[in-house]
């Protein structure tokens, strides 16, 4: 019979010191990422996908790091005060009722650059084609963030 004693405990250490390492070199990864990221949609709701009017959209996007036990991600959004983000980046269809003046004798409206006005307004349907801003940008990023995910985890296990 063979018995063979060895100490773990150097062992254990260094594993220990490297889940310390992987999950801060992870940490500053992903919060990176979500600030590129952030950076990147921004710049879409800046001209570069739609022209910004009152900047609501842009500034209805945040970040968000979110972690639990021995996970980390992150998240992009918008916070739901501007109703228009979701048909921006999907596109939508609007029904809009016939309309006839409350307070007036007549509609005024701006129809391709002229001011009209009408004794009344048909229903008529408003279709908005998608101006992704979101799903454009995360498909831009993705790739590059993939890397640095990996190139962070190399460099944390060595």
């Known amino acids: ?66 972690e639990a036990d021995d996970e980390v991600g992150a998240r992009v959004f918008s916070d739901g005060s501007v109703p228009y983000a979701h048909v921006q980046e999907y596109g939508g269809r ?4 016939a309309m006839v003046p409350v307070n007036g004798e007549a509609l005024a409206f701006v129809y391709q650059g002229r001011l009209v006005f009408a004794k009344s307004a048909a229903a008529h349907v408003i279709v908005i084609p998608a101006r992704s801003y979101m799903r454009s940008s995360l498909d831009e990023f993705a790739p590059a963030f993939v890397d640095d995910v990996h190139n962070a985890v190399a460099n944390a296990a060595s």
């Open 1 to 66: 019979m063979i018995r063979i004693e060895t100490d773990t405990a150097p062992a254990i250490a260094k594993l220990a010191a490297l889940r310390t390492n992987l999950r801060a070199s992870t940490q500053a990864c992903v919060a990176n990422g979500a600030a590129v990221l952030l950076s990147i949609v921004q710049g879409k709701l800046s001209g570069d996908v739609l022209n910004s009017r009152s900047g609501a959209l842009l500034h209805s996007i945040h970040t968000e790091i979110v």
């Open 94 to 97: 609007l029904n809009i009722p």
